[in-house]
């Protein structure tokens, strides 16, 4: 049975984003409309000083959190910048929901789940008929948000390690194609 939503999962750094943007990539080749969010690494002189959330379809930018502001909501040195989560994520993914074929979700971590907003419009994506193609945070199983998602009935879950990274996005590519019919 293919499983219409796609969860990646695995270590800091092992290349879960990389992955997506190859799946998104590789979609798109073959003129599936994709569309939700992707946050990556902001570093300055080799420090990582903070994450940028994007939309993947406008190409809209914002800072996800901050190293050091003094600000709350904090996950370790972090301070989450919730407005910008629910202005360019949230809105992104529910464009998505509705206008993409393929909806991406790049990342369901602690930042995000400090959102209810997100964490409502994550939920809402994965009840779609449309696939969603997320990545997870390693320590899925230790938050209530995550578990609930991970025992859902609809998910495949794939682990990134050195061995399969560059090989996943090319499975996964062709799971979304199946289960659309392409």
């Known amino acids: 049975m293919i499983r219409k939503n796609i969860l990646l999962t695995g270590r800091p750094g092992i290349g879960k984003t990389t992955a997506v943007k ?79 074929d393929v909806i991406i979700v790049d990342e369901i971590g602690p930042m995000e789940m400090l959102s209810n907003i997100f964490k409502k419009t994550i939920m809402e994506a994965l009840d779609t008929p449309k696939p969603v193609v997320a990545t997870i945070h390693y320590k899925a199983p230790f938050y209530a948000f995550t578990k609930k998602i991970l025992k859902r009935s609809d998910i495949e879950l794939f682990t990134l390690n050195f061995d399969n990274r560059n090989k996943i996005p090319l499975i996964v590519r062709n799971n979304v194609l199946r289960y659309l019919n392409y």
């Open 22 to 100: 190859k799946i998104v990539e590789m979609l798109r080749e073959k003129g599936i409309k994709v569309g939700g969010m992707i946050t990556r690494e902001k570093r300055e002189k080799n420090m990582r000083i903070g994450f940028i959330i994007e939309d993947i379809d406008t190409g809209t930018k914002g800072y996800l959190a901050l190293k050091n502001l003094g600000k709350s909501p904090r996950i370790g040195k972090y301070t989450v910048l919730l407005e910008n989560l629910e202005k360019i994520g949230v809105t992104a993914i529910k464009k998505a929901i509705q206008q993409a």
